[in-house]
């Protein structure tokens, strides 16, 4: 199994511009998350999704999209980016609904700066 | 929301065992107690979960006090590659939303 896979591992975007992250699980996990940190911090929740087609706000929301039209992905969309976006983005999966209450599996990161 | 509080950081030496501690003195009766770590460049990594009980694995031991306010994560020996932020997060059992704050820093000497 590879796991939690997440493309690009770089990406410097300019002001206003908009891109997709992506994360991909091979592990047939139900629950996927996505978690911003920025340094020196903990991760904060963007969104979450419980399974295909459900989606749910975290903490952190404002500024991001995602959509879950299948078990394995589950992209996250920058709309318009800000430089106060600039961090690293982690996605994660874990297995059944209450997946945050089993053992979360996180991809490497994607480090993201906006210029 | 139930506040977790940890040291900032924390030393250790290389094969003896660490007890890093977390203070959670307003968890509710059904907030889970998860511990994550994250070594340096990496995203987290599970550590262990519990909810009154002492749990232990492969990785470390976690002691909860009888009052629940405060647990303990064990790890048995230290080893190098155990230098990592340990979080300590509580979540409530219908809550999807995992919260880390900013961890304890544990390093690991030889």
């Known amino acids: 199994n590879a796991g939690v896979t997440q493309t690009p591992k770089f990406q410097v975007l300019k002001t206003g511009q908009s891109m997709t992250l992506q994360c991909a699980q091979d592990m047939n996990h139900e629950y996927m998350s996505w978690y911003r940190q920025d340094p020196g911090m903990g991760l904060r929740l963007i969104h979450y999704s419980v399974g295909a087609g459900i989606t749910d706000q975290g903490e952190v929301p404002n500024g991001y999209n995602v959509s879950r039209s299948t078990t394995e992905d589950f992209p996250l969309r920058l709309l318009s980016a800000a430089p106060s976006q600039t961090s690293v983005y982690f996605c994660?999966?874990?297995?059944?609904?209450?997946?945050?209450?089993?053992?979360?599996?996180f991809g490497p990161g994607t480090r993201l700066t906006v210029t | 929301d139930a506040k977790t509080t940890q040291p900032n950081s924390m030393e250790s030496n290389e094969e003896e065992p660490v007890h890093l501690p977390c203070n959670h003195s307003?968890?509710?009766?059904?907030?889970?107690i998860h511990w994550y770590r994250q070594l340096p460049s990496q995203g987290p990594e599970y550590v262990i979960h519990g909810l009154t009980s002492n749990v232990n694995n492969r990785m470390a031991s976690l002691a909860i006090a009888e009052d629940r306010k405060s647990s303990t994560l064990i790890l048995h020996r230290a080893t190098l590659r155990d230098a990592a932020v340990y979080y300590c997060?509580?979540?409530?059992?219908?809550?999807?939303?995992?919260?880390f704050g900013a961890g304890t820093r544990l390093t690991v000497k030889p």
């Open positions: 994660a999966s874990s297995s059944g609904t209450s997946g945050v209450h089993y053992e979360q599996y």
């Open positions: 997060i509580l979540l409530h059992h219908n809550n999807n939303d995992m919260r």
């Open positions: 307003t968890i509710s009766g059904t907030d889970y």
